[in-house]
Nanobody, 124 residues
């Protein structure tokens, strides 16, 4: 079992930056591939980024490529999402998720554990 707790969300102006974090507890964090997803009311949860257990592989949705960076610190059991050049359309609740295995999957059903989410609001 893995418990995930996101933090770092908030309100930022368009063009600004924000970093959200996800702290994991429970079983060995370093064996899990980690992902970030986001969701706005009335829409399905969508993939944002993922990072392999070792941190050697990452993947991103085209919507954030070049603006967002996912990273992890296995010594701290934490995964990060650095978000730069934020746009109003990035406004959403951001969730982190964990899955066993090494592939950086992009669909929600591939992930076994989820955090409660953190709100990110980008004002225009």
């Amino acid at each position: 079992q893995v418990q995930l707790v996101e933090s770092g969300g908030g309100l930022v102006q368009a063009g600004g930056s924000l970093r959200v974090s996800c702290a994991a507890s429970g079983r060995t964090f370093s064996i899990y591939t980690m992902g970030w997803f986001r969701q706005v009311p009335g829409k399905e949860r969508e993939f944002v980024a993922a990072i392999s257990s070792s941190g050697g592989r990452t993947s991103y949705t085209d919507l954030v490529k070049g603006r967002f960076t996912i990273s992890r610190d296995n010594a701290k059991n934490t995964v990060y999402l650095q978000m730069n050049s934020l746009k109003p359309e990035d406004t959403a609740v951001y969730y982190c998720a964990a899955r066993g295995g090494t592939a950086t999957m992009t669909w929600t059903s591939a992930y076994d554990y989820w955090g409660q989410g953190t709100q990110v609001t980008v004002s225009s």
